[in-house]
């Protein structure tokens, strides 16, 4: 199945929940299949991060639903993120692994996972974290995006995609840096605090 409509089928269900994605073609595609949610979105630019990133976000905001778009070989640079989500059983975290079984970004070397025999969804599951699942088509996908965004529990969905880019994707108008603050901005409005005050150089 493709990532894009998979992304689509997601954004449908999302209003106010905050979400950490994975760099590369993933971050055009999410923003286009997504743009109500562009505020609330911010890229993690170094693998093995993102889920992390979003664990400490759902513990600091345990009322905020958070959204975990990692990819198969950014989980794999540090799975250590299983066992922690599997101790501590985050209640408002919903996780989507896109397994496109290679590093796409440096041009498609493969992961572990294309082989055939290392399982994420499994290996979660063996690190406590009850609800991961995989799914190959666009249906499953969405069924289980809507389970687990209900759940009081860490969910995670292995989704089993192609790895191609959307073509003719718009892409992405900003940096990093100007991502950041976007991201933070919105944090700081639709939660009524203050993360990053004035600098004393203003």
Known sequence: MKRFDCMKALAARLKDELVILSLGGSVDEWYNAAPHMREASLFQQQLGCV??????????????RVVSLDTDGGLLFN??????????????L??????????????????????G???????????????????????????????????????????KVLGTVQPDIKRKH?????????????????EGIVIMGPSEHN
């Open 117 to 159: 025999r290392v399982d994420l969804a499994a290996i979660a599951r063996g690190a406590g974290v009850e609800n991961a699942h995989t799914v190959r088509t666009v249906d499953e996908f969405d069924a289980h995006c809507a389970w687990g965004l209900a759940m009081e529990a860490p969910y995670i969905v292995v989704a």
């Open 79 to 92: 799975l250590g993120i299983l066992a922690t989500l599997g101790n501590e059983q985050p209640k408002n």
């Open 94 to 115: 919903f996780i989507v692994v896109w397994d496109n079984e290679c590093y796409q970004s440096i041009g498609g070397p493969p992961t572990h996972t294309a082989l």
């Open 51 to 64: 889920t992390p990133q979003a664990f400490g976000l759902a513990a600091g905001l345990p009322h905020r």
């Open 174 to 190: 900003s940096d990093g840096r100007e991502d950041k603050y976007i991201f933070v901005r919105h944090v700081e409005a639709s």
